[in-house]
């Protein structure tokens, strides 16, 4: 185990018919909201007119920001800031997945902050203070109604950024699994891949090598998630199984799985992120290429997590650790192929000639999280391995 | 999954050479505090001179309270609360284990309560309020350290009584395992008991049926506690044991393996406090008597998940559920005779003809815990199980 901190102060109220509890839970923080949500689902489900009419009983007036994509946008993102600062709102409430989050929390920070926003992305600036963020959360996937990290793509520079900060935490975060049972088949099948990313980047690439507790954490929830997401599509109002799932995505990325492994890069993330930003490829799509590509890179490199992820998730016992290794990869690709999330840069339609540029991207991304084992030219081989 | 709250938001600083860090962070609370310990072990360590002097340097003014014994007495309490209100402390810091940090939460509930301290434990009075609470941990096994439980005995009436307040959870604990290196054999073999004990007790008797992310969760911690025990009791300084089993100890019992499980009754923990007030016997000691005997009961009433315990913990695959839980209870008892934490009445001096005065004892807990299945029969007869 390696030195840590946790702390991990969001409150999370989870459960069937939870969402009238945002009123009294947001009434502790202000008079005045910012309201930011997607670009249609919530007003075609109703939750928006639901939200309204709780915020309306407890008095808070609602000031909108809707309209925010799937791949947040760091241009709409500053439109955000600049109305939290006109209308002088007390706290944001966040109404949907992890990128109306992730740029609730932007807007939060850049609300209070003096500098420009996208300094906070580029590590050119530090988060010191940051207006309260609460979530209702509509797509489980991210984690981000319960950890600090956000990721915005500047549509200007074409790079998508992401990093934690301890200020963003939110306050509170409802769950209610009933408005996860909407949830396309497609995207029910990208949360899952984001969520087992999240598991095994650290999983793979922790600095310590003895961490049991964490690793079956990790296992355990992989396995778990594979499940609730089978039954999911087979019957997307599974209430036990989109619930079961929803809270396993939030346990995947709020630092109960990683605490006391070290500090740990994620380079799957780091190559799935230009193809949200080039592509506006769904994240989980992208990270159903890069991870599976990821993984062959570091099976190939000795990586001795791979043939244990093989062993305890799909039961490979049999051969030699690369043997192994090589049949876990398999099966995650087959399962990811199967739950219909593509695996290979072909299945996303991005021809192999534009590896170049995608590997110049994510080398930048590369650099900017200190990960230079990262070349240009190690890079371009790891896409080369999801053609 | 059932609908919960999840709240936990005691900062945690964890690894070695940490202690130095309660400086700053008990700055934040004020400038005067009640440090609070036990009998000997702290002083003998050191760890006393090390904190006063933290303390010192940091010109906060400490007022003591030491003396604190393993199983924390309501009169001692009492004292606290005494001075703690005479000296007008702005907040306590607890440096030992689970009863040193309970004791503490007693006192700062107390200081803060217009009542009688013990009406918090028999339900009469809830918690308005309380006195921050640090600490720093010295024997991981009760996860007081980042919960808001704490168990009392009353001197008086012999009544050892716990329950679990979410005011009462410390703000900041610092848990550097070096210091856990000097336990004794025996209370590290209670401390492996005790959290056992908190992860099996709600997997035995969750509400919730399919529950398959928390159940993995005690399976690997339940494992990996016992793979670091051992470790531990070969190897007293093996820091990478130590540090494994003190977080796992702490995630036994903070939350995050019984969120959505439903509320869960603690019936082992029951059956032990009686064997703690009445023969002040170590709690982990008393809890390697009636987990298995309990475990035994549960199994004769077609409990499903002991069966599931023997199978995932011990690897028992063969023969009728009945029969595999049986081979599971067997497993878990060797297992804690082998560490040397009694798994009979017998092996705790208590005799046979004691049996009705403990069942007493027991029956009055089990009603201040609404756990009405348990008359006085029952509990009997799972006492005699523990012969």
Known sequence: MQNFTFHN?????????????????????????????????IKKSGLYDTVKGILK??????????????????????????????????????????????????????AKGKGKLWEFFTGEAKIQDALPVLTILTIPATGSEMNGGMVIT???????????DPHMSPK???????????????????????????????????????VPAQDKFVEGLVKTIMESTERALAKP???QARATF??????????????????????????????????DLAHGASLSITQPAWMTYALEK???????????????????????GRKGIEGLKKWFDGIGSPTTLAKANIPESDIPAVADNARDLAHNWALEEYTKEVIAGIYRLAL
């Open 246 to 279: 929803m809270w396993c995505a939030t346990l995947a990325w709020n630092g109960v799985c990683s605490a006391g492994i070290g500090a740990f890069p994620v380079p799957a993330h780091m190559l799935a992120h230009p193809l949200g930003a080039l592509y």
């Open 302 to 324: 000795g990586n001795v997590k791979v043939p244990q992820f093989a062993r305890e998730v799909f039961g490979v016992r049999m051969g030699s650790a690369s043997r192994r």
């Open 172 to 210: 509170v975060s409802i769950m209610d699994p009933v408005v996860t049972m909407t949830i396309s088949p497609s995207y029910t099948a990208y949360s899952a891949v984001d969520s087992i990313s999240h598991l095994v980047e650290g999983y793979f690439t922790a600095p310590d090598p003895w």
């Open 237 to 239: 109002d599974d209430y």
């Open 154 to 164: 500047n549509d200007e520079t074409k790079q998508k950024y992401g990093f934690i």
């Open 9 to 41: 102060p969001t409150k999370i109220i989870f459960g069937k018919d939870t969402i009238p509890q945002i009123g009294p839970e947001a009434k502790a923080y202000g008079k005045k909201c910012l309201l930011v949500y997607g670009v249609a689902s």
């Open 57 to 110: 009983k407890e008095k808070i007036s609602v000031v909108e920001h809707g309209g925010v994509k799937s791949n947040p946008l760091l241009s709409h993102a500053r439109k955000g800031v600049e109305i939290a600062k006109k209308e002088k709102v007390e706290f944001i409430l966040a109404v949907g997945g992890g990128s109306v989050i992730d740029e609730s929390k932007a807007i939060a920070a850049g």
